[in-house]
């Protein structure tokens, strides 16, 4: 058993704060179909690299769910949708504002006929305030928030975090509150609606940053990957590399400047015996370490470090970071087998339970893969979906492979 078992999702989310958010759901078991415009799909179906015309960017968040192929701007589709709706808990949808008014698909539409509906909608700015119509992905929620100002290093150009952070944010935020409206539901009988915005939810993790500025006044700036209230606590240039060093208290920093660094004359030198005094010559601390740390390669720093009792690490490419033994030996590198692609190699769940079941499904489906299967499960007959099918009304981009499920030559 899965705890999201029987708990059924329509997502009409594209690119990757929803479709992240309801991979989630659909590994803790709820089953998740994925409606998409005919012959397109989800934008993210064409961003490259692609394996026999299947993208990897789409199948990554998402794998574990089923994907139906309708023309919602067409009466038919929408009202195949509806059938659709009558047998889901949640629909979640990451339009501007206002279209799935104009398409007949809104949260008012849908829960006047069912009012244990959960309705979740994910948007770049909300669907209240001044900017609600503005069209918004996560560059410009980057931006909006300041971490494109807070970012980087000093007197550089904006720079954005690494990965889509906001996007990340907001499948995030609606994970938990989706969660909590269905426990609510459990307990009430009462379904509800949620307004997601990538730009609330980037906001909401400045949780240090909102402590300094209401505090003090103070704007976070960029600060390379210096922390912004403690040091050391930063990557250091090595012999062949760089090494990470978090000897952020008073113990610690003992620790490695005896220890590791072994400099202990640096417990008394008055630039460095506190932590005020550390952050006041933070580029002279810098320099210091630098000169010894340049003397060694990274690995034999970790060593030290290790034996110190003293936090560190190397500064990995992504691509040493997959081939690192421990993410191998934490399974987070898993693969699935796609009826087009082959094998694929995926990022596992991160949370691991003792218990319960979280864990890849399957891949992610081939646009309209299950357009018959669940059309049919919402009780329209073969000759409806025929019809549906003729018109271009549904969709399903590789009927030929139903009855061929032995991945294609590469």
Not at 113 to 120: E, M, N, Q, S, T
Not at 156 to 164: D, T
Not at 293 to 314: C, F, N, S, Y
Not at 390 to 409: C, W
């Amino acid at each position: 058993m899965k705890p999201l078992d029987g708990f059924r999702v329509l997502d009409l989310t594209r690119f990757l704060s929803g479709p992240y958010c309801t991979m989630v759901l659909a590994e803790l078991g709820a089953d998740v179909i994925k409606v998409e415009q005919p012959v397109t799909g989800d934008d993210s179906r064409r961003l490259a690299p692609k394996v026999n015309g299947e993208s990897y960017p789409f199948g990554m968040p998402n794998r574990s769910k089923r994907s139906v192929s309708l023309d919602l701007k067409d009466p038919r589709g929408r009202d195949a949708f509806l059938r659709l709706a009558q047998g889901a808990d949640l629909v979640i949808e990451n339009f501007r504002p206002g279209v799935v008014q104009r398409l007949g698909i809104d949260h008012e539409t849908l829960r006047a006929a069912d009012p244990a509906l959960i309705y979740c909608s994910i948007s770049g700015f909300g669907q209240t305030g001044p900017y609600r119509d503005r069209p918004g992905f996560d560059i410009m929620a980057q931006g909006a928030v300041g971490f494109l100002r807070m970012t980087g290093h000093p007197d550089g150009r904006p720079a954005k975090v690494g990965i889509a952070v906001n996007d990340i944010a907001a499948g995030a935020t609606a994970i938990y509150s989706i969660l909590a409206a269905e426990l609510n539901r459990r307990a009430t009988g009462q379904g509800d609606y949620i307004d997601i915005s990538l730009v609330d939810a980037g906001l909401a993790w400045t949780v240090w940053e909102s402590g300094a500025y209401f505090g003090s006044g103070e704007e976070p700036a960029p600060t390379g990957t210096r922390h912004r209230r403690s040091t050391p606590y930063q990557a250091y240039r090595t012999a062949d590399g760089f090494v990470t060093i978090g000897a952020n208290n008073d113990r610690l920093w003992q620790r490695l400047v005896v220890d590791a660094l072994e400099r202990p004359a640096w417990l008394e030198d008055e630039r460095f015996a506190t932590l005020p005094a550390r952050m006041a010559h933070i580029d002279e601390l810098q320099e210091e370490i630098e000169a010894i740390t340049t003397t060694r390669p990274t690995a034999e720093w970790i060593k030290a470090l290790d034996r110190a009792g003293v936090p560190g690490g190397p500064v990995l490419t992504y691509a040493e970071a997959l081939a690192d033994p421990h993410v191998i030996a934490r399974g987070m590198v898993t693969e699935v087998e796609h009826p087009i692609v082959g094998t694929m190699r995926t990022i596992a769940p991160p949370a691991k339970f003792g218990s319960l079941e979280f864990e890849v499904k399957g891949p992610a489906p081939w646009l309209g893969q299950h357009t018959g299967d669940v059309l049919a499960d919402a009780g329209l007959s073969a000759a409806e979906i025929a019809e549906l099918y003729e018109a271009g009304v549904a969709y399903d981009a590789h009927p030929e492979l139903h009855d061929s499920p032995a991945p294609q030559e590469r």
